[in-house]
């Protein structure tokens, strides 16, 4: 069974500040997704990746395929980056039931 | 283009009572999911279906059914509710295309159920 494990669980940091947040995943995988989960709840995907690098405004996503890990870095963060950051690893060959969540990293961006 | 409509918000029921949450989709997404969220632990598939007449079960799919009749709705029934089903409940859904079940999830706001 793949595990997903996230890093660090809590984050508190001021404005503007380089944030990493990390995911570790124990098999092979063929997708990796960043979801972003508000405090209303409502749960957003950022990034779906099997490789490399995406960007997206501040958010940047990478992902070493032999390491089996995947950062999330966010460049200048700002208050309204604070939530719940949430990482799912599908396995290679994986179904539709395969997708492993990790229990996400609460992050804080004190103004 | 709504996405993904999930209702209701918030629920309350009592031990032994049933209830359907609905969700509804306006992607022509093939697969849809209903998700639980519970402290401390991650996401937790209860059911899934990959197209109209068509579901199975996840991790977590006692007391609860689903059915698909269509492409866009994906309902989920509570049949005999438990103090263990309060949770956050979550409908998600996605493109299949060629790599199956690596395309981007889209998720419902989410329904806060508390059962007493």
């Known amino acids: 069974k793949n595990e997903v494990e996230q890093s660090p669980q809590n984050l508190t940091a001021q404005e503007g500040e380089f944030i990493t947040i990390n995911c570790s995943y124990s098999?092979?995988?063929?997708?990796l997704h960043w979801l972003q989960q508000h405090p209303g709840g409502g749960i957003v995907s950022l990034f779906m990746?099997?490789?490399g690098k995406k960007k997206h405004g501040r958010l940047i996503a990478t992902i070493n395929i032999q390491e089996k890990h995947s950062s999330l870095h966010i460049t200048a963060s700002h208050p309204r980056d604070s939530a719940v950051y949430i990482c799912?690893?599908?396995?290679?060959?994986?179904?539709?039931?395969?997708?492993?969540f990790g229990k996400g990293t609460h992050l804080i961006i004190q103004p | 283009n709504a996405g993904v409509t999930q209702t209701p918000k918030f629920q309350v029921l009592k031990t032994g009572q049933s209830m359907t949450l609905q969700c509804a989709q306006d992607?022509?997404?093939?697969?849809m999911s209903w998700y639980r969220q519970d402290p401390g632990m991650g996401l937790r598939l209860i059911h899934y279906?990959?197209?109209?007449?068509?579901?199975d079960q996840g991790e977590v799919p006692n007391g609860y059914n689903v059915s698909r009749s269509t492409t866009e709705d994906f309902p989920l029934r509570l049949l005999s509710a438990a103090p263990s089903q309060t949770s956050v409940y979550f409908c998600?859904?996605?493109?299949?295309?060629?790599?199956?079940?690596?395309?981007?999830?889209?998720f419902g706001n989410g329904t806060r159920l508390t059962v007493t």
């Open positions: 998600a859904s996605s493109y299949l295309g060629s790599s199956s079940y690596n395309s981007p999830l889209h």
């Open positions: 990746l099997s490789s």
């Open positions: 992607m022509n997404h093939e697969y």
């Open positions: 799912a690893a599908l396995p290679s060959g994986g179904g539709a039931d395969g997708l492993t």
């Open positions: 098999v092979g995988i063929s997708a």
């Open positions: 279906s990959v197209g109209a007449g068509i579901t």
